[in-house]
Protein backbone atom coordinates (compact mmCIF):
# COMPACT_ATOMS: atom_id res chain seq x y z
CA UNK A 1 0.00 0.00 0.00
CA UNK A 2 1.26 3.96 -0.18
CA UNK A 3 1.46 6.01 3.24
CA UNK A 4 1.42 9.53 2.94
CA UNK A 5 4.57 10.40 4.05
CA UNK A 6 6.58 14.30 4.13
CA UNK A 7 8.06 14.18 0.77
CA UNK A 8 4.81 12.01 -0.94
CA UNK A 9 3.57 8.40 -0.78
CA UNK A 10 5.91 5.45 0.48
CA UNK A 11 5.93 2.52 -0.67
CA UNK A 12 5.14 -0.07 2.30
CA UNK A 13 4.79 -4.27 1.37
CA UNK A 14 2.46 -5.98 4.39
CA UNK A 15 3.22 -9.06 5.08
CA UNK A 16 0.42 -11.18 7.61
CA UNK A 17 0.56 -13.86 9.80
CA UNK A 18 -1.65 -17.09 9.54
CA UNK A 19 -2.43 -16.45 13.51
CA UNK A 20 -3.62 -13.63 15.22
CA UNK A 21 -1.06 -10.68 15.17
CA UNK A 22 1.33 -10.72 18.51
CA UNK A 23 2.81 -7.11 17.19
CA UNK A 24 4.02 -5.04 14.10
CA UNK A 25 7.35 -5.29 13.32
CA UNK A 26 8.86 -2.52 10.72
CA UNK A 27 11.77 -3.75 8.54
CA UNK A 28 13.85 -1.70 7.00
CA UNK A 29 16.09 -2.57 3.85
CA UNK A 30 19.42 -1.61 2.89
CA UNK A 31 21.08 1.18 1.47
CA UNK A 32 19.23 2.42 -1.36
CA UNK A 33 22.40 3.58 -3.13
CA UNK A 34 23.79 0.52 -3.61
CA UNK A 35 20.72 -1.16 -5.04
CA UNK A 36 19.02 -2.12 -1.88
CA UNK A 37 15.09 -2.62 -1.04
CA UNK A 38 12.44 -3.79 0.46
CA UNK A 39 12.84 -7.24 -1.61
CA UNK A 40 16.53 -7.42 -0.56
CA UNK A 41 17.21 -11.26 0.59
CA UNK A 42 18.03 -10.29 4.34
CA UNK A 43 14.43 -8.88 4.96
CA UNK A 44 12.78 -11.05 3.51
CA UNK A 45 14.47 -13.20 5.21
CA UNK A 46 13.91 -11.81 8.77
CA UNK A 47 9.89 -11.03 7.66
CA UNK A 48 9.50 -14.93 6.90
CA UNK A 49 11.01 -15.71 10.37
CA UNK A 50 8.67 -13.18 12.11
CA UNK A 51 6.10 -13.71 10.08
CA UNK A 52 5.90 -17.64 11.10
CA UNK A 53 6.21 -16.47 14.69
CA UNK A 54 2.94 -14.38 14.61
CA UNK A 55 4.15 -10.44 13.52
CA UNK A 56 2.90 -8.13 11.47
CA UNK A 57 5.33 -6.90 8.86
CA UNK A 58 5.87 -3.61 7.24
CA UNK A 59 8.60 -3.66 5.15
CA UNK A 60 8.85 0.10 4.07
CA UNK A 61 10.32 1.02 0.34
CA UNK A 62 13.19 4.44 1.41
CA UNK A 63 12.75 7.39 -0.57
CA UNK A 64 13.20 7.23 -4.15
CA UNK A 65 12.95 3.04 -4.31
CA UNK A 66 9.84 1.76 -5.99
CA UNK A 67 6.74 3.68 -5.94
CA UNK A 68 8.57 5.49 -2.57
CA UNK A 69 8.30 9.40 -4.17
CA UNK A 70 11.26 11.67 -2.96
CA UNK A 71 15.03 11.32 -3.37
CA UNK A 72 17.77 9.29 -0.88
CA UNK A 73 18.31 11.71 2.16
CA UNK A 74 21.05 10.29 3.70
CA UNK A 75 18.92 8.97 6.72
CA UNK A 76 17.30 12.57 7.78
CA UNK A 77 13.71 12.03 5.48
CA UNK A 78 14.21 8.49 6.01
CA UNK A 79 14.46 8.84 9.72
CA UNK A 80 11.30 11.04 9.19
CA UNK A 81 9.03 8.74 6.99
CA UNK A 82 9.41 5.63 9.43
CA UNK A 83 8.31 7.82 12.30
CA UNK A 84 5.30 8.33 9.95
CA UNK A 85 4.93 5.06 9.65
CA UNK A 86 5.05 4.26 13.36
CA UNK A 87 2.34 6.56 14.08
CA UNK A 88 0.03 4.90 11.37
CA UNK A 89 0.49 1.51 12.49
CA UNK A 90 0.47 2.43 16.34
CA UNK A 91 -2.95 4.10 15.56
CA UNK A 92 -4.18 1.19 13.14
CA UNK A 93 -2.96 -1.77 15.93
CA UNK A 94 -3.53 -0.40 19.40
CA UNK A 95 -1.90 -2.24 22.12
CA UNK A 96 0.33 -4.60 19.93
CA UNK A 97 4.21 -4.31 20.26
CA UNK A 98 6.03 -2.12 17.64
CA UNK A 99 9.47 -3.23 16.69
CA UNK A 100 11.73 -1.89 14.79
CA UNK A 101 14.64 -3.98 12.57
CA UNK A 102 16.88 -2.91 9.96
CA UNK A 103 19.81 -4.11 8.49
CA UNK A 104 22.66 -1.94 7.19
CA UNK A 105 21.79 1.44 6.04
CA UNK A 106 18.14 0.55 7.52
CA UNK A 107 19.42 -0.56 10.81
CA UNK A 108 21.36 2.83 10.96
CA UNK A 109 17.39 4.51 10.26
CA UNK A 110 15.91 2.30 12.80
CA UNK A 111 18.37 3.11 15.30
CA UNK A 112 17.48 7.00 14.72
CA UNK A 113 14.05 6.18 14.85
CA UNK A 114 14.52 4.18 18.02
CA UNK A 115 15.70 7.44 19.59
CA UNK A 116 13.14 9.81 18.51
CA UNK A 117 10.34 7.43 20.08
CA UNK A 118 12.70 7.31 22.90
CA UNK A 119 12.92 10.79 23.49
CA UNK A 120 9.46 11.12 22.97
CA UNK A 121 8.61 8.99 25.87
CA UNK A 122 6.96 6.86 23.28
CA UNK A 123 9.89 3.71 22.89
CA UNK A 124 9.47 0.78 20.66
CA UNK A 125 9.13 -2.94 22.54
CA UNK A 126 11.66 -4.29 20.47
CA UNK A 127 15.07 -3.23 18.33
CA UNK A 128 17.06 -4.82 16.32
CA UNK A 129 20.24 -3.90 14.63
CA UNK A 130 22.22 -6.02 11.99
CA UNK A 131 25.13 -5.01 10.03
CA UNK A 132 24.82 -1.50 11.08
CA UNK A 133 27.59 1.30 9.67
CA UNK A 134 28.85 3.44 11.83
CA UNK A 135 31.65 6.40 11.47
CA UNK A 136 32.79 6.16 7.78
CA UNK A 137 32.36 3.09 6.15
CA UNK A 138 32.94 1.78 2.18
CA UNK A 139 32.56 4.09 -0.42
CA UNK A 140 33.46 7.02 1.51
CA UNK A 141 30.34 7.60 3.01
CA UNK A 142 29.81 8.75 7.32
CA UNK A 143 27.25 7.68 9.61
CA UNK A 144 26.79 9.19 12.86
CA UNK A 145 24.92 6.30 14.22
CA UNK A 146 22.84 7.31 17.59
CA UNK A 147 24.63 5.15 20.26
CA UNK A 148 22.81 3.88 23.52
CA UNK A 149 19.87 2.44 22.06
CA UNK A 150 18.56 0.61 25.19
CA UNK A 151 17.66 -3.08 24.85
CA UNK A 152 18.58 -3.31 21.36
CA UNK A 153 19.84 -6.75 19.62
CA UNK A 154 22.84 -5.56 17.37
CA UNK A 155 24.05 -8.18 15.53
CA UNK A 156 27.18 -8.16 13.38
CA UNK A 157 28.93 -10.36 10.94
CA UNK A 158 32.51 -11.87 11.91
CA UNK A 159 33.72 -10.89 8.54
CA UNK A 160 31.76 -7.73 7.38
CA UNK A 161 33.34 -6.19 4.66
CA UNK A 162 31.58 -3.11 4.51
CA UNK A 163 31.19 -2.06 8.28
CA UNK A 164 34.04 -3.83 10.01
CA UNK A 165 34.02 -5.25 13.09
CA UNK A 166 36.05 -3.46 14.78
CA UNK A 167 33.64 -0.28 13.75
CA UNK A 168 30.65 -1.58 15.37
CA UNK A 169 32.21 -2.16 18.41
CA UNK A 170 33.98 1.18 18.26
CA UNK A 171 29.61 2.21 18.52
CA UNK A 172 29.29 -0.13 21.14
CA UNK A 173 32.18 0.66 23.90
CA UNK A 174 30.99 4.22 25.38
CA UNK A 175 27.42 2.74 26.10
CA UNK A 176 28.82 -1.33 26.81
CA UNK A 177 26.44 -1.79 24.82
CA UNK A 178 26.43 -6.02 23.70
CA UNK A 179 26.78 -6.98 20.15
CA UNK A 180 26.29 -10.48 18.82
CA UNK A 181 28.83 -11.90 16.79
CA UNK A 182 27.89 -14.35 14.70
CA UNK A 183 31.15 -16.12 13.32
CA UNK A 184 32.55 -16.58 9.60
CA UNK A 185 29.70 -14.03 8.54
CA UNK A 186 30.29 -11.63 5.89
CA UNK A 187 27.91 -8.25 5.52
CA UNK A 188 24.88 -9.79 3.74
CA UNK A 189 25.50 -13.48 6.45
CA UNK A 190 25.92 -15.63 3.44
CA UNK A 191 25.21 -18.78 4.94
CA UNK A 192 24.89 -17.50 7.95
CA UNK A 193 20.79 -16.20 7.33
CA UNK A 194 19.27 -19.28 9.58
CA UNK A 195 21.38 -17.86 12.35
CA UNK A 196 20.32 -14.38 11.75
CA UNK A 197 16.70 -15.52 11.75
CA UNK A 198 16.70 -17.02 14.74
CA UNK A 199 18.76 -14.41 16.79
CA UNK A 200 16.68 -11.87 15.82
CA UNK A 201 13.03 -14.30 16.04
CA UNK A 202 14.26 -14.97 19.30
CA UNK A 203 14.74 -11.41 20.65
CA UNK A 204 11.67 -10.11 19.38
CA UNK A 205 9.41 -13.21 20.58
CA UNK A 206 9.49 -12.35 24.47
CA UNK A 207 6.12 -10.70 26.25
CA UNK A 208 5.35 -9.37 22.59
CA UNK A 209 2.15 -7.21 23.55
CA UNK A 210 2.77 -4.09 24.97
CA UNK A 211 0.47 -1.38 26.41
CA UNK A 212 1.66 1.25 23.64
Known amino acids: ?12 LFDQPTKPAVGVA ?24 LCDAGWLVARPN ?17 TD ?3 VLCDLLRHQ ?17 QARVAQAL ?20 EGQRRYDTPQGIA ?6 GEYDERVPLQAILDWARPHAQPVVV ?13 VLRRLVTAHLTPNPRHSR
Not at 93 to 109: D, M, T
Not at 151 to 156: K, R
Not at 188 to 194: E, M
Open 151 to 156: DALVVH
Open 26 to 49: IVAHPQPLLGGDARHKVPQVLTRG
Open 182 to 194: VPGADHVFTGRLK
Open 62 to 78: FRGVGRSAGTHDNGDGE
Open 81 to 83: DLL
Open 1 to 12: MLVDGPAGPIEV
Open 118 to 137: AEAGAPASRVALVGMPFGEV
Open 93 to 109: HPGLALALVGFSFGAFV
